[in-house]
């Protein structure tokens, strides 16, 4: 058993679970403790309620010790300045995370941790030394998002690939960007919680009321709503090319953009936003939709992503349709990768329709072998194979 700290950029409870969460839960059902820290804060807020309200609920938590969420589970919410990340601000967050993480650590009985970030500024805020290892995570380009501190990013990220000792990625491109600052760098794409949204199969679920009175055929998207890594125009000419179909879209608006503008989207009778849903409740989505959908634009950003969600659609049974970025191009046996134009998303979608394109057998067999659970294993499995892990933690992971 080993004990890690996982510095995440995301909160535990956020509608939308992505590595953080998932891989925290995968470290604990492997037998080893996890204390997750929430996001420590790299945007500034916005001057709206959503982030009035994270802002508040942080505070109440930040005063509170460590949460439970499982034996060998804990969240801690750390007391930071949202977009604190340089002058007086920056030394106050070091100061408020250093000393609130060595309470955390101490309540928790975490011994010897390793560090396992997702933040690319974690030396800004903690002393590397002070862990037995650490593990830099790099699941996207996080400085190609809007609002991100990008120069910033970049300087210290290539620090921390450097003085890390492994660094795990998600994406082709993401590899070939980090690999050259340390030896130590191994590519896992992103997977999914597949024993979840396999629930969507064999017809036991209930069609939630508000898609029922969407008429059918009806296609899904799930995630983060933002014009920044979603193709919002190509989307619109796409909808008004298919009068005869509903598009149903599930997930914030502008989380991560709030520049992003769906007014025309919502103007149109076809194309239904149901905002976001709870993450347990997403296989019944599925599970009543004809056709997912990844309609990504092609930028900096979706360049060096690996879609969660593909696996998750390919879980559920549901024929896939996407953006092919670079990552997925690989995947094209199980699913229809199109360019980011409504033409060539229309005659896949109808292709789909027809029962055209890759069996049901194929998504499935493809979607079990990328789990988190499978993934977790291989890279205890590297770890172990860098003296990171005590014996018994090896051969236990080794025969999950």
């Not at 604190?84 to 106050?92: E, I, N, V």
């Not at 983060?224 to 190509?234: E, G, S, T």
């Not at 409740?281 to 969660?308: C, F, G, I, Q, W």
């Amino acid at each position: 058993m080993a004990d890690f700290i996982l510095l995440a950029t995301a909160d535990w409870d956020h509608p939308l679970w992505t590595n953080k969460q998932h891989l925290a839960m995968a470290l604990n059902e492997l037998g080893h403790r996890v204390l997750y820290v929430e996001s420590l804060g790299l945007r500034g807020a916005r001057p709206d309620r959503s982030d009035s309200r994270r802002i508040l609920r942080r505070l109440r938590r930040g005063l509170r010790p460590p949460r439970r969420i499982r034996p060998g589970l804990w969240v801690w919410s750390p007391l930071v300045l949202p977009g604190g990340t340089s002058g007086w601000a920056l030394r106050l967050n070091r100061l408020s995370i250093r000393v609130g993480l060595a309470v955390a650590v101490l309540l928790t009985g975490l011994r010897q941790p390793l560090l396992w970030s997702f933040n690319p500024l974690v030396h800004d805020y903690l002393s590397l030394a002070g862990f037995r290892a650490t593990i830099y995570h790099c699941v996207d380009r996080v400085q190609a998002q809007p609002g991100m501190p990008a120069e910033r990013l970049d300087a210290a990220e290539r620090e921390l690939c450097q003085r890390a000792t492994v660094v795990f990625t998600t994406a082709p491109q993401l590899q070939e960007a980090l690999a050259p600052f340390n030896a130590a760098t191994y590519c896992f794409g992103n997977v999914a919680d597949a024993d979840h949204f396999a629930q969507a199969l064999g017809g036991s679920l209930d069609c939630p009321p508000e898609l029922e009175v969407i008429p059918a055929p009806r296609l899904l998207f799930i995630g983060a709503i933002d014009a920044y890594k979603l193709d919002l125009p190509m989307l619109e000419a796409l909808a008004r090319f298919t009068p005869q179909w509903s598009y149903a879209l599930i997930g914030p608006v502008g989380e991560s953009d709030p520049g992003t503008d769906i007014r025309r989207l919502r103007g149109l009778p076809n194309v239904h936003l149901l905002g976001p849903r709870p993450y347990a409740a997403l296989p019944r989505y599925l599970a009543h939709s004809d056709v997912a959908l990844l309609p990504l634009r092609l930028n900096e950003y979706t360049r060096h992503m690996y879609p969660m969600k593909f696996f998750e659609y390919l879980a559920a049974g549901r024929p896939v349709v996407a953006t092919a970025i670079p990552s997925l191009l690989d995947q094209g046996d199980v699913a229809l990768l199109r360019q980011p134009d409504a033409q060539a998303f229309r005659q896949a979608i109808a292709a789909a329709l027809a029962g055209e394109g890759p069996t049901l057998a194929e998504r499935l067999e493809r979607a079990g072998m990328h789990t988190y659970r499978r993934r977790t294993v291989r890279m205890l499995e590297v770890l172990q194979r860098h003296g990171l892990l005590p014996p018994e933690s090896g051969e236990a992971a080794g025969g999950a």
